[in-house]
């Protein structure tokens, strides 16, 4: 085997159409594991496990903790060429029915220098070892230089292996393989390997028994798809492209895609003419959702990753992660609502040559640090802040004397509180009764967005007491007030209040801090001669009721009558306005109120009536 030389993908980044944010590091990388030689792939068996490509040409395993096993999962180092520094063992994908039939498959490039696609399984007796000597060929392609051969493996949710190839290597790709529909390479591949050969053509591939393009490309147009996966939740396929000097993509296509996508290369990098001779024209071409320039202090080879759909991380949830293995940069890609995507940063630390991402069983993310030898896992710094929200409600009904307070742990440097009222800090005083809502961010860029409400204390229960036409409250308030359909009753400034007039009573008191309360509405009914409404023929029936009873009478003079059911506290429970003056037979439900005695308010044309009725 030839000495391998550091692993460098030769290309570049840059952001163009989508909207970025930049922050501090909301991203931890958190060691998991070590002791690793330049780790290239991470994958999960459905289990606690973590299996990880060396590019030497070993798979090892990683348990539920981080220790690594001593023993190699698979060995096939005397079958990998990875003495180029893109060449070597690249990637691992495992049968989606791995727990029944036991197969997964690898990537690497063979002692010929070509693409080797290969299936092993694993050993009868221990699921910690692979059986070296069970490989079954699948595909192989003639690389003609020495970079640029892909090397990850995918299954669709559809069942199918998902190859990506690069465009053959060297630059510029100068034997035009990305548009050159009778190549493998620089497209992603698309095989049913449940047969019997080494696999078949699925029926739905866009140029199955077609004569101008290969049976197996399900895509074309890709440079160097350097890590490419399926989001777990809706099946979409994200891509991350490597570019050739200028810019690095990164590529989406949706579940319902029939496939056929040309992305481009060599006529376009990123969204950048390249060398458009003898190209399609652009309209028939599937532009990057993203890219970003080459500049070594952004990046300058883009690492494709994953949507996460993880639990640990709620504010991740649903952004494609991805990283630059140049400069170690990650940001995630999210939709900004107005058909385009936002671009933000998590982190923007240590850079150990960030090589693959990986997913756990339960869709946690994991990085592998290249040259370092390194596992990471993904983590949230956010779940370390935490915040408390005091609240001192009004002293009473009016007042503009409430206060919040928060009470904020934060590991970070600092923090800032921005309120819906546009005030700042942590706390808020000469607040009314009211809704208050915050966005805390601290120097990490995490938030926490809350809503805290000022409410009035209860209100002090004001009883009007009736005894005929003599109206009565408590004596123990500063001062009184009285009220008769809502319209202030001159002098009417005593506890004590003789009605005079028929109608709807209210008194407001106030104690000695100037709080005020309003009393609950009486109705009283005045009877006297000259205000009696004239009903012939008036009957309530049944009377007493269990539930229902009829209100019966034959008519009266003009005008609207309005007729009211209230309890003796005066709160009303029913009201109908008639404007018919012929004779009426309405029902009225007392179903839902409690046993008692209720009354019949009838009033038109400036007088009424009251009638009582019980509820039994």
């Not at 051969?149 to 630059?171: K, Q, R």
């Not at 869709?363 to 001192?392: H, K, N, T, W």
């Not at 005020?516 to 008036?538: E, H, I, R, Y």
Request: proline content about 4%; overall charge negative; aromatic content about 12%.
């Amino acid at each position: 085997m030839k000495q391998s030389t550091p692993f460098i993908l030769l290309l570049v980044c840059c952001l163009l159409s989508t909207k970025t944010i930049l922050g501090q590091d909301r991203i931890q990388l958190e060691e998991f594991a070590s002791g690793l030689t330049r780790p290239v792939d991470i994958a999960n068996a459905g289990d606690e496990r973590l299996f990880v490509v060396e590019k030497q040409g070993f798979v090892r395993i990683l348990l539920a903790d981080g220790s690594l096993l001593e023993k190699a999962f698979l060995d096939i180092d005397s079958l990998v060429d990875s003495g180029a520094s893109e060449e070597g063992l690249l990637g691992i994908a495992f049968h989606p029915n791995y727990v029944e039939n036991g197969y997964f498959f690898v990537n690497y490039t063979d002692n010929n220098g070509s693409t080797q696609v290969s299936r092993f399984s694993v050993s009868a007796d221990n699921p910690d070892v692979a059986d070296a000597a069970s490989q079954k060929k699948i595909l192989n392609i003639a690389q003609p230089y020495e970079n640029h051969n892909g090397g990850d493996l995918a299954f669709g949710p559809d069942g199918y292996l998902y190859i990506g190839t690069g465009d053959g290597g060297l630059g510029g790709d100068p034997e035009n393989s990305g548009q050159t529909r009778t190549s493998l390479l620089g497209k992603m591949l698309r095989i049913d390997i449940d047969t019997d050969e080494p696999y078949a053509i699925p029926e739905d591939n866009p140029f199955a028994n077609t004569d101008f393009t290969l049976d197996e490309v399900w895509a074309l147009g890709l440079r160097n798809p350097w890590r490419y996966s399926f989001d777990r939740l809706t099946g979409d396929l994200w891509i991350g492209d490597v570019g050739q000097g200028e810019w690095e993509e990164i590529d989406l296509q949706l579940a319902n895609s029939p496939g056929g996508e040309n992305y481009g290369w060599r006529c376009y990098e990123g969204n950048a003419t390249f060398n458009t001779n003898g190209c399609e024209d652009a309209s028939t071409l599937t532009f990057p959702i993203h890219d970003y320039t080459s500049n070594f202090s952004v990046g300058c080879s883009v690492t494709g990753g994953y949507v996460y759909r993880g639990t640990d991380f709620p504010d991740l949830y649903g952004h494609y992660v991805y990283t630059d293995f140049c400069s170690g940069r990650i940001w995630s890609l999210y939709p900004d609502g107005a058909d385009g995507w936002t671009n933000t940063e998590w982190y923007n630390g240590a850079n150990s040559q960030y090589s693959t991402f990986g997913e756990d069983k339960d869709g946690e993310l994991y990085l592998a640090a290249y040259s370092a030898g390194q596992i990471f896992r993904v983590v949230d710094r956010c779940p370390e802040l935490s915040v408390d929200g005091m609240v001192e409600f009004v002293s009473c009904t009016g007042a503009n004397d409430g206060e919040i307070t928060l009470a904020v742990q934060d590991p970070s440097a600092g923090y800032t509180v921005k309120w819906s009222t546009g005030a700042e800090g942590d706390a808020l005083q000469d607040l009314g009764p009211g809704e208050y809502s915050y966005t805390l961010t601290n120097d990490w860029g995490c938030t926490r967005t809350d809503a805290l409400f000022i409410m009035e204390p209860f209100p002090e229960m004001v009883t009007i007491e009736a005894n005929g036409t003599l109206l009565s409250v408590a004596e123990n308030f500063e001062s009184y007030q009285w009220l008769l359909n809502g319209d202030t009753i001159p002098d009417a400034i005593e506890p004590k209040y003789t009605a005079v007039a028929s109608g709807d009573y209210t008194v407001v008191v106030s104690d000695g801090s100037g709080c005020s309360f309003v009393s609950q509405v009486l109705t009283v009914m005045v009877n006297s001669v000259a205000d009696q409404l004239n009903l012939p023929g008036l009957v309530l029936s049944p009377n007493p009721t269990s539930s229902r009873f009829w209100i019966r009478f034959n008519g009266w003079s003009g005008g609207n009558l309005q007729i009211r059911i209230l309890d003796k506290l005066g709160r009303t429970h029913f009201r109908q306005v008639l404007s018919d003056s012929n004779p009426q037979n309405l029902e009225v439900s007392l179903e839902k109120l409690p046993s008692g005695i209720y009354f019949v308010n009838f009033e038109a044309n400036g007088q009424r009536l009251s009638r009582k009725i019980l509820k039994e």
